[in-house]
């Protein structure tokens, strides 16, 4: 199912691709979004892993690199692996002091877990293991890679708004091969929508995801306390330290990474905190 979602969500984001490069620039416009959406779907599917990485800054995690960071998330991670039947993920630490944890790649056999030093700072060692537990939860559901690829396609569709914005004015009418309509009007247009285009998305394959995610960590840690108090602190810190981090990547964070209300709170990428809790308080009596 996940497989489909994916398909269709290339299939969706490279019409909105194709669809803004004819609204910036008629016929030649559309044909460049088109290679842009071939390319983007194969990068998409091979590197989003890598390009998820690299936009949070993070650095892998190994007993050579991060001993004393490996000595405390490794042996965690390979225990809850080994009882999830999953392969050990390759571990990395963003720089980032607000709390925080992504999962990121396209198959449980190419996959990674991300953790700020943020959090490795403010969770005690069953708060941090429900929170890795919840990460190895999206691996384990398969949606690792619908989610990275949304990341690398919602951060170029965004990408090309602001350049049919900057560089759409500049085409000539008799240009205009198709029709496309004026140049800084479709440029401005896309400017608008690509953002909020890429947030309705990544809202529609978030919210459902936490849940499950969540309840696949209380299962496999064996309680859901530890996720329940990692949650309150997350929510608590993210109010008090917005994180900076990239709209386009919002949604594969534990724990929305910035706040605010009006359109970001309607773009919200994750369900209220207070419904996750309440969810994983259910479980106790199941």
Do not use: C
Not at 71 to 91: D, N, S, Y
Request: charged share 15%; proline share 5%; glycine share 12%.
């Amino acid at each position: 199912m996940n497989g489909i979602k994916t398909a269709a969500l290339l299939a969706l984001l490279s019409s909105i691709l194709m669809i803004g490069g004819q609204m910036a620039g008629g016929r030649s416009g559309m044909m460049i979004g088109l290679a842009m959406a071939v390319a983007m779907n194969f990068f998409s599917y091979f590197f989003s892993e890598k390009i998820a990485l690299s936009m949070s800054g993070a650095q892998a995690v190994t007993p050579e690199s991060h001993g004393p960071i490996y000595a405390r998330i490794g042996p965690m991670t390979q225990r809850l692996t080994q009882k999830m039947g999953l392969p050990m993920p390759r571990l990395w630490v963003t720089p980032e002091q607000t709390p925080n944890a992504f999962a990121t790649g396209r198959n449980p056999a190419h996959s990674s877990v991300a953790v700020t030093y943020g959090l490795l700072q403010m969770m005690n060692d069953r708060e941090l293991e429900g929170v890795i537990a919840h990460e190895l939860g999206h691996i384990y559901n398969r949606d690792i890679l619908i989610s990275s690829v949304a990341a690398t396609i919602g951060s170029a569709i965004t990408q090309v708004g602001y350049m049919a914005y900057y560089f759409g004015g500049s085409r000539h009418s008799d240009e205009d091969e198709g029709g496309g309509g004026g140049g800084m009007i479709g440029g401005l247009v896309m400017m608008m929508v690509a953002p909020m285009a890429a947030g309705v998305i990544q809202m529609a394959i978030s919210r459902t995801r936490e849940f499950g995610a969540d309840a696949a960590a209380a299962k496999y840690t064996g309680s859901p306390d530890g996720l329940i108090s990692a949650l309150g602190k997350l929510d608590s810190m993210g109010r008090r330290m917005p994180m900076e981090a990239s709209p386009a990547t919002a949604h594969m964070y534990i724990m929305k990474p910035f706040g605010g209300g009006g359109w970001s709170k309607l773009f919200s990428t994750h369900p209220p905190t207070e419904e996750r809790i309440a969810a994983l308080q259910a479980l106790r009596f199941q």
